[in-house]
């Protein structure tokens, strides 16, 4: 147990009715629930449980809806004596983790990502664009693509999901561009992505400016477990480098394959998906095929992911 990584999902994760079972059955989970719902003045159980889908799925909403759902699924795993070894989160998901690792308080936490959506959604109206996915294409080969795309926009690389999926963000003629000489060039699959922006782009550079202020007044403490960072794919313990990089992650890469590597590179021995979905999972499997992972969606996902690893 003592190499056990936490991996936080980040936007496109969340669903309407997440969450609800863990706080109808958990004390602990309810908390979770009112104290983040107190930060902000929204009520997040409401919004997660009830939606309906278009109000959840708004940026600002969803931010916010995601953290407090992964802290909740949390709440159950400590109040069993678990103590995570690692943790990991993918973009809006660091902030989860950084809760997880005692570097971030759940509140300040959850008034963070819930202007880091407001920010990014007004970044996404002042500079439109969009994201796709690219499938099937390696990064050298891709870049080749995006250098030729250019001649449209801004369009760059936003995500290294696996070697085999990557996202890219920018304009929207810039972005159709790079889809289309991909397809061309010999990828398997180019899917258009339903974001309001894009994000982990230049495009983004007002919300990377309103986040430096908003976490400029936030308390980050170095981190009680291995913390692994997007915009590095390696560990982070200096609470300034901490700040640094999650205002730099807004527009730049989320380099996940290096973040599981690292991990691997650590011997880590389980990879649990704390909170709704799972992608990270999915992810997981194809970048370390030999890491066994687990999920925390549900109560009965939690009492398997216990009982497995005899905690408690």
Known sequence: ????????????????????????????????????????????????????????????????????????????LLKRDFVPWAAAGHSLGEYTALVAARSLSLEDATRAVRERGRLMYEAGLESPGTMAAIIGMDADELDKVLKDARSKGVVQIANLNTPAQIVISGEVDAVASAMDLAARRGARRVVPLKVSGAFHSELLVSARDGM????????????????????????????????????????????????????????????????????LRGLVRKIEPDVRTMGTGTVSDIDKLLAALSVG
């Open 212 to 279: 430096e202020e908003v976490l400029g007044g936030v308390a980050i403490e170095a981190p009680e477990c291995l913390f692994i960072a997007n915009v590095t794919g390696g560990a982070l313990s200096d609470p300034a480098d901490i700040r640094k990089n999650l205002v730099r992650q807004i527009v730049e890469p989320v380099r996940w394959v290096e973040c599981v590597r690292a991990l691997c590179n650590r011997k880590a021995s389980l990879m649990i998906e704390v909170g709704p979905g799972n992608v």
């Open 1 to 76: 147990m003592d190499r056990t990584a936490l991996l936080f999902p980040g936007q496109g994760s969340q669903r309407v009715g997440m969450g609800k079972d863990l706080f109808e059955s958990s004390p602990e989970a309810r908390e979770i629930y009112e104290r983040a719902s107190e930060a902000i003045d929204v009520d997040l159980a409401t919004i997660s449980f009830e939606g309906p889908e278009e109000e959840l799925t708004k940026t600002v909403n969803a931010q916010p809806a995601l953290l407090v759902a992964g802290v909740a699924a949390l709440s159950l």
